[in-house]
């Protein structure tokens, strides 16, 4: 039987008052157990040094070390510079990750496609703004069209207020409007 078999056949039987420290106990050996598994696992075996390596393709598939063409030599990438130092191995004589490639070419590549996507960025970053405003523009263009409606709308309100006051004077005129002003208005209204 497994440890945790046993572990929930005792948990099942104890009271409850118990159960808690039992909880607790049963937490602390299966944690324990797994930790002592982890432990048995087996570290990688350590790669062979730079100064091992004969040839350029077995060389470069180690990021740590570098291939210099002019020697044919395998030696440990400078982790403290960017760049090898001449006295290291001319740029143009470096790989590292690949054999065909040369150090410099990558670089000058690296170096072009950095530029390139922060160009791509910059002119996305002026579009957006560009579009912002542009989506501003026509808010103004309907600012001044509503204002217009406006203006419109008010001016036939006054025309047909005018009007009504000409058609309300010549209905008082000719008797066909009866006239709240006359005196006699109460009287002809019983």
């Known amino acids: 039987m497994s440890d945790l078999s046993t572990i929930l056949l005792i948990y099942i039987f104890i009271s409850d008052k118990k159960r808690m420290a039992f909880s607790v106990l049963a937490a602390a050996v299966v944690l ?37 063409l ?5 030696t440990e990438y400078p982790e403290v510079s960017v760049l090898p130092s001449p006295s ?18 990558l670089l000058i590549a690296m170096a072009v496609l ?37 203006e419109i709308s008010q001016n036939a309100e006054e025309r047909k207020v005018k009007s009504k006051a000409k058609h309300d004077e010549i209905r008082r ?9 006359h005196p006699y208005s109460k009287f002809e209204n019983d």
């Open 32 to 68: 324990f157990h797994f930790i002592n598994r982890a432990d048995c696992q087996i570290t990688p075996p350590r790669p062979k040094p730079c100064t091992a390596h004969s040839t350029c393709e077995t060389c470069v598939r180690n990021a740590k070390c570098l291939w210099c």
């Open 70 to 74: 002019s020697n044919d030599s395998c």
């Open 88 to 105: 290291v191995c001319k740029l143009s004589e470096a790989r590292w990750g690949l054999c065909w490639v040369n150090f410099e070419a």
């Open 114 to 150: 950095a530029g390139t996507i922060i160009l791509s960025i910059t002119v996305c970053c002026c579009c957006c703004c560009c579009c912002k405003r542009r989506r501003s523009g026509p808010d103004r263009d309907e600012e001044t069209l509503a204002r217009k409606r406006e």
């Open 173 to 181: 005129k000719y008797g066909l409007i009866v006239d709240s002003d």
